[in-house]
């Protein structure tokens, strides 16, 4: 098999993510569709349950938006955003050893590839944290193009923390469903104004990468 571009490598995962969310919305798995009635109940196995669903949500489609509400709204607004902080970091965790373990299958990147990764790689890492399917592809080819963990996990907290603390908010306070989708909508603003900024900011001078080189090799 030929080692995969960038582009091509993106392409691959988004679709292989998006594969699976139709089988699981066409399965109807209950605890992926609607977790909230094995959450309700202020207990080890719920707090569990919730931070292992977002985990999962790098492999399988969990509606994390609602998981961090139920989270909220059971364990209250400072339990929920840590037990949603944990889960979100824990799913950009797997997300990111997988594509550090298919790291082989990625071609030598173009002088153009690697400085669009050494520009936006952490800022694409923060901004994405929110939005379905968009987190899970960013945190798979931060590991894949062997983005440094440190910095890596520093922007996948920065993200994460902020939907977390939202929607754990939106679920303490007895939010209705109209509710969340507002909040969520408000969360992906942010998301893309911090984007903006970031785009703005980085244009000032240049960054430190915070991808790891690649040692020679053949291609």
């Not at 050893?97 to 520009?119: E, F, I, K, Q, Y």
Request: charged letters at 10%; glycine letters at 12%.
């Amino acid at each position: 098999m030929g080692r995969l571009r960038v582009w091509m490598l993106v392409t691959v995962v988004a679709a292989a993510l998006l594969t699976v969310f139709l089988i699981v919305e066409l399965a109807g798995v209950p605890l992926l569709t609607d977790p909230r009635p094995v959450l309700g109940t202020v207990s080890i196995a719920a707090a569990a349950i919730g931070v292992g669903l977002l985990v999962a949500d790098a492999v399988v489609p969990v509606p994390s938006s609602v998981v961090m509400v139920a989270l909220g709204a059971t364990f209250g607004l400072a339990t929920g955003a840590a037990l949603a902080l944990l889960g979100g970091l824990g799913g950009f965790a797997v997300g990111y050893v997988l594509g550090r373990r298919s790291r082989n299958l990625l071609a030598t990147g173009t002088p153009r590839s690697a400085g669009l990764v050494r520009r936006w790689g952490l800022l694409a890492v923060v901004v994405s944290r929110p939005l379905p399917l968009v987190a899970e592809t960013v945190a798979y080819t931060a590991g894949a193009l062997g983005m440094r963990p440190a910095a890596a996990f520093a922007a996948a907290a920065a993200g994460t923390a902020g939907p977390a603390v939202a929607f754990s908010y939106t679920g303490w306070r007895g939010a209705t469903t109209g509710d969340s989708l507002v909040v969520f909508g408000a969360v992906a603003v942010a998301a893309v104004v911090c984007w903006l900024l970031g785009r703005f900011m980085l244009r000032e001078g240049p960054t430190r990468s915070a991808v790891v080189p690649r040692p020679p090799g053949p291609a």
